[in-house]
T-cell receptor, first 113, second 113 residues
Framework: DGGITQSPKYLFRKEGQNVTLSCEQN?????MYWYRQDPGQGLRLIYY???????QKGDIAEGYSVSREKKESFPLTVTSAQKNPTAFYLC???FGGGEETQYFGPGTRLLVL | RKEVEQDPGPFNVPEGATVAFNCTYS??????FFWYRQDCRKEPKLLMS???SGNEDGRFTAQLNRASQYISLLIRDSKLSDSATYLC??????????????FGSGTRLSIRP
């Protein structure tokens, strides 16, 4: 089945620790996105990538980093510089090139210990 | 003023009722529009795209009013399973002509028996 997967479903981070969230898609989509959602809030864009080996900062990139070495994969690292990382993290993908309908993975819930 | 605004609700309506909610957007150059549905603690899922001529999918009807810069979603004969948060999504063209996708904060809908 084609789709987007994210892992883990829940992730616990200790103070000062970097953690990496996985996002994989087999939809042959060029564009991939990372969003953060806080309770009762809309989605805020962290980073996006329109093509392999290229990515752009979104609205709230500080304290996060990404890589796009493969078309299928777009991992997000939450660094220790992100002071309030507790949130629901959603990865999405689209065909790109003007076709912007996005399809989402099931999300990763990050909690700080 | 937010770029995309929705009434957060909650809308609490009886089963079988018709319910409608709007979403306003600020950028008149916005290109494409979508409604997503998000269940509690789940990822958003595409409900329908919104076309200039309006479109219907079963009990759901979406309309676009470019003059007044809003989109609407109408749900007829509501079911208990329609209870969810409905996210308005607008693809805006930014100053650099690059597309920018903005999510509204969502409207909560609760259908009671």
């Amino acid at each position: 089945d084609g789709g987007i997967t994210q892992s883990p479903k829940y992730l616990f981070r200790k103070e000062g620790q970097n953690v990496t969230l996985s996002c994989e898609q087999n939809l042959n989509h060029d564009a991939m996105y990372w969003y953060r959602q806080d309770p009762g809030q809309g989605l805020r864009l962290i980073y996006y990538s329109q093509i392999v080996n290229d990515f752009q900062k979104g609205d709230i990139a500080e304290g996060y980093s990404v890589s796009r070495e493969k078309k299928e994969s777009f991992p997000l690292t939450v660094t220790s510089a992100q002071k309030n990382p507790t949130a629901f993290y959603l990865c999405a993908s689209s065909f790109g090139g003007g076709e912007e309908t996005q399809y989402f993975g099931p999300g990763t819930r990050l909690l700080v210990l | 003023r937010k770029e995309v605004e929705q009434d957060p609700g909650p809308f609490n309506v009886p089963e079988g009722a018709t319910v409608a909610f709007n979403c306003t957007y600020s950028n008149s150059a916005s290109q494409s529009f979508f409604w997503y549905r998000q269940d509690c603690r789940k990822e958003p899922k595409l409900l329908m795209s919104v076309y200039s001529s309006g479109n219907e999918d079963g009990r759901f009807t979406a309309q676009l009013n470019r003059a007044s810069q809003y989109i609407s979603l109408l749900i007829r004969d509501s079911k208990l399973s329609d209870s969810a948060t409905y996210l308005c999504v607008v693809n805006m063209r930014g100053y650099s002509s690059a597309s920018k996708i903005i999510f509204g904060s969502g409207t909560r809908l609760s259908i009671r028996p």
